[in-house]
């Protein structure tokens, strides 16, 4: 498995943004596909973005398409999400995973990640 850890949440106004960033300790890092999820209060977990290990391909959610952006940096083993135009309804636990395998595509099913970060806290104010 490969060791996560998130960063970058806060407390922010509507329309501000923020980017998270996940970094790994694991010299793997640069093989695995990564994903970032979401989980809202009351909700279940949901995907947000992925994107693949060479950085070449992303996948987003349709909700977030548009002001999401994931990118990533092998050489400093993190991965990040800018969040533009921050919503109310963007308030959530955010996490990134690491698939079981790595070179996986972008489009794999939540239940094909096995490494998860602690979460970062993104709360959003009207």
């Known amino acids: 498995q490969v060791q996560l850890v998130e960063s970058g949440g806060g407390l922010v106004q509507a329309g501000a943004a923020l980017r998270l960033s996940c970094g790994s300790s694991?010299?793997?890092?640069?093989?695995?596909?990564m994903g970032w999820f979401l989980q809202a209060p009351g909700k279940e977990r949901e995907f947000v973005s992925a994107?693949?290990?060479?950085?070449?391909?992303?996948e987003y959610a349709d909700s977030v398409k548009g002001r999401f952006t994931i990118s990533r940096d092998n050489a400093q083993n993190t991965v990040y999400l800018q969040i533009n135009s921050l919503k109310p309804e963007d308030t959530a636990v955010y996490y990134c995973?690491?698939?079981?395998?790595?070179?996986?595509?972008?489009?794999?099913?939540?239940?094909?990640?096995?490494?998860w970060g602690q979460g970062t806290q993104v709360t959003v104010s009207s």
């Open positions: 995973a690491a698939p079981v395998k790595p070179y996986g595509s972008t489009r794999l099913r939540e239940e094909l990640y096995d490494s």
């Open positions: 694991g010299r793997t890092f640069p093989m695995y596909t």
């Open positions: 994107i693949s290990w060479s950085g070449r391909d992303t």
